[in-house]
């Protein structure tokens, strides 16, 4: 059975060069394509895909928000964020939001295979680009508290030191 796939990302060219590369897969089909938020909510009701690749950066509804519906009115369907921000709040805001997978745009190819295939066996998908950033801020979120001088940034410290000097701003 192959697994059904609806693209949402406001740039027609990248929506139709995913779509190209993914029809060539025998076990994807995209059913559908959407250049917005609200756009890809009607779709989702109308077609019920297994998967939605997601961009974040979108009008009317943004991928963040557009989330937060499919993950409330649509448990079942998994989401795979397709971005081009690395920066791990992009993508801890995504998953909070409940998306299952996440893919910079500079990694697309076979990245967004390998996730579209781990996401549908019921695994989560991280990019080698954005999965080491989220290592770190959980590491730095649950490891030990730092304190004192070693809760500051270099820069911290620094101006620290300047006002321990006598400086002013």
Do not use: F, W
């Amino acid at each position: 059975m192959k697994v059904r796939v609806l693209l949402a990302d406001d740039h027609r060219m990248l929506r139709e060069a995913l779509r190209a590369m993914l029809e060539k897969e025998p076990d994807i089909e995209v059913v559908g394509e959407a250049a917005d938020g609200r756009s890809l909510l009607q779709l989702v009701r109308k077609l019920t895909p297994d998967i939605v690749v997601l961009d974040i950066a979108m009008p009317e509804l943004n991928g963040i928000e557009a989330m937060g519906h499919l993950a409330s009115r649509y448990p079942k369907i998994r989401v795979v964020a397709l971005s081009m921000h690395s920066d791990r709040r992009y993508v801890i805001e995504m998953l909070k939001a409940g998306a299952a997978g996440y893919v910079v745009k500079a990694a697309a190819g076979t990245e967004l295979l390998r996730a579209i295939r781990a996401v549908a066996s019921g695994r989560n998908y991280l990019c080698p680009e954005v999965a080491g950033s989220v290592i770190d801020d959980i590491s730095r979120r649950d490891g030990p508290a730092r304190t004192g001088l070693a809760a500051l940034g270099r820069r911290e410290r620094e101006i620290l030191q300047l006002i321990a000097e006598g400086h002013r701003s």
